[in-house]
């Protein structure tokens, strides 16, 4: 037991010492009365025997504590039929029913634990193997709307290919979410190049970005960062999304994308901007919650896992965000990068 415990342990025993205390005073009165000539060293032998018995007492509850202490951790820990017994063993049998207890509504909690984990590792599993397939008949929609687009209508061609475009940001939402639950996240870090990065999303989203009539503009420049580059690119992409979805319809949209370094911070950044609905003050510091989706106009097509994921990632990746905005002026989003 540490020192800062010895207050509670004497205020535990103030009983017992009190009453030590009571009867030493009144053998020390008998003392007075029977021999008085030789009282002064009865009372000195009296004392220092009250206070060695009281530090005695006190030593031995502390080992008696700190072994129930001890036991009952251990029950706790691992609530089997021997800790129990155990645990019974070092506080005595006053408190065998309240410990019997206790131990069956442990292994109760136990075993469901166990079987949640059981159910959580297997749902991870076929959520990872349903995105793993998933992406075969994604692959060969690609490939068809790719090699047969003379032989469909624009109108077509681009509602498929939107269509497509959403299908393959859900399931990429869908894996890194599986991925984040798990215990231990691999990620594979090193130099990226931004302006790759960059160049296959914008070519991803293309036809979104060309169907809702959305305007990019690239300030960028290849600075060098260490990242997951397949993170990276889905972070990227979340932002970009996250900017159609909240353009403001009816008047001309843009999006701004910029690299460089923060001098003041000395650090790398991204910045994406938009003159989109924005977002209100209010809800700006709960954007990146789970499920939040914010009081706008196209709230119904926002799922609120976006932001969330990117957030997630970030934390993972070491990235620093940073997020400005206006409501229905635009939305600014800057991503922060360690120099390594």
């Not at 624009?154 to 991925?179: G, M, S, T, W």
């Not at 993170?231 to 009816?250: E, T």
Request: hydrophobic residues 40%; negative net charge.
């Amino acid at each position: 037991m540490k020192q800062s415990n010895w207050p509670a342990l004497l205020k535990q025993s103030r009983h017992w010492i009190g009453l030590l205390c009571v009867n030493s005073g009144f053998f020390i009165f008998l003392a007075w009365v029977a021999y008085p000539e030789t009282f002064g060293l009865l009372v000195m032998t009296m004392l220092i025997f009250t206070v060695f018995s009281i530090l005695l007492g006190i030593v031995f509850t502390r080992k008696k504590q700190q072994k129930q202490t001890t036991a009952f951790y251990r029950f706790l820990n691992e609530p089997s039929v021997e800790q129990e017994a155990m645990f019974k063993q070092e506080i005595g049998d006053s408190y065998n029913i309240p410990v019997q207890d206790l131990a069956k509504q442990l292994r109760q909690l136990h075993d469901e634990l166990q079987e949640a984990k059981s159910q959580s590792v297997d749902y991870e599993s076929f959520i990872e193997n349903w995105v793993h397939e998933i992406k075969t008949p994604l692959s060969l929609v690609h490939f068809v709307l790719q090699n047969r687009k003379d032989e469909m209508s624009p109108l077509v061609y681009q509602r498929l290919n939107h269509a497509k475009i959403k299908i393959h940001d859900h399931v990429e939402r869908i894996l890194f979410y599986a991925k984040l639950q798990a215990t231990h996240v691999d990620y594979s870090l090193k130099k990226v190049s931004i302006v790759e990065c960059f160049e296959d999303v914008l070519l991803e989203l293309q036809s979104l970005l060309d169907e809702q009539e959305m305007e990019v503009n690239a300030n960028i420049e290849d600075i060098p960062i260490v990242s997951d580059e397949r993170a990276l690119q889905f972070i990227l992409s979340q932002l970009l999304v996250n900017a159609i979805k909240y353009r403001n319809v009816g008047s001309e949209s843009l999006i701004w994308l910029e690299t460089g370094i923060h001098r003041e911070k000395d650090r790398y950044y991204i910045k994406v901007s938009d003159n989109g609905l924005g977002v209100l003050q209010s809800d700006l510091p709960f954007i990146f919650d789970k499920g939040f989706t914010g009081n706008t106009t196209n709230q119904k097509q926002a799922t609120g896992m976006g932001l969330f994921l990117v957030k997630k990632l970030c934390e993972d990746l070491q990235i620093d965000i940073e997020v400005e905005s206006e409501y229905e002026r635009g939305f600014t989003i800057q991503l922060l990068f360690p120099k390594v």
